[in-house]
């Protein structure tokens, strides 16, 4: 079910009319968005399956997670300059429904080396230039678990990652494809399905060098991953202009 344009403006309305009752004062560019964009309004809607009440929570619960975080603010110049260029996380590419890819290479992570802190911010960043780039477009979150092993499961850093398009980044997900899983790491990922709603457990698929095929056209998959693309990773800044 589709929210039609009354219901939209229903979720402004009560929007604002919750931040006149208490006072709230958000980050301008956000209330300037729930002004101006529907699309944005529409994906919180079709979040929660056009629960009004949901909706307008979790509408009221971003932007006082953006405001506390600085999300608005933030830029390659103030988060870590140092995550950004290892590439542990990036986005390159599109799935086979024109998706882009954001990758989160786990091997390049290892538990307990980096600042939480500032691994957040970094996850932010992307998010926040994913959502300009694709202007809401819907994303696949990419677990490339090739060659990792215990030592690059990190329970609270997935967590947080996944937490984000649970609470923050409403229907944002097209699918959370997980490459080639090591069997050690089966128990994790059941406690990882745990969290999610049963909306998003159903987007997950394991796949392998043959099945990714299913999901991401060989053109666009690393040859790594059994595909066509040569493509080494290098931090490139957002072109703001």
């Known amino acids: 079910m589709e929210p039609t344009p009354q219901d939209i403006q229903e979720l402004r309305n009560k929007f604002n009319q919750k931040v006149a009752e208490e ?18 309004l529409e ?9 009004m009440k949901e909706a307008l929570n979790m ?3 971003t932007c006082e997670w953006r405001k506390a975080n600085n999300v608005n603010d933030l830029n390659e110049g103030n988060v870590n300059r140092d995550y950004l260029n290892e590439g542990s996380l990036y986005v390159h590419n599109k799935d086979k429904d024109n998706k882009s890819l954001f990758i989160f290479c786990c091997r390049k992570h290892v538990k307990g080396q980096k600042d ?6 970094v996850v932010i960043y992307w998010m926040e230039r994913i959502e300009r780039q694709e202007k809401g477009d819907q994303i696949t979150l990419f677990f490339d678990m090739q060659d990792s092993g215990l030592g690059n499961m990190d329970l609270e850093y997935t967590k947080y990652i996944i937490s984000l398009f649970k609470l923050y980044y409403p229907n944002l997900l097209n699918y959370i494809l997980i490459f080639e899983m090591p069997w050690v790491m089966n128990a994790a990922f059941k406690i990882i399905k745990s969290w999610l709603p049963t909306k998003a457990v159903q987007k ?3 796949v392998d060098k043959k099945s990714l095929k299913e999901y991401v056209d060989s053109s666009q998959a690393f040859k790594s991953w059994g595909g066509e ?7 490139i800044p957002e072109n703001h202009g």
């Open 43 to 51: 994906r919180f809607l079709i979040h929660v399956d056009m629960d």
């Open 229 to 235: 693309d040569t493509y080494e990773f290098v931090f």
């Open 116 to 121: 939480m802190d500032e691994l957040k911010r």
């Open 204 to 206: 997950i698929k394991f």
């Open 59 to 61: 509408l009221i619960d």
């Open 23 to 40: 006072n709230k004062d958000y980050h301008p560019k956000d209330v300037a968005k729930v002004t101006n964009d529907d699309k944005w």
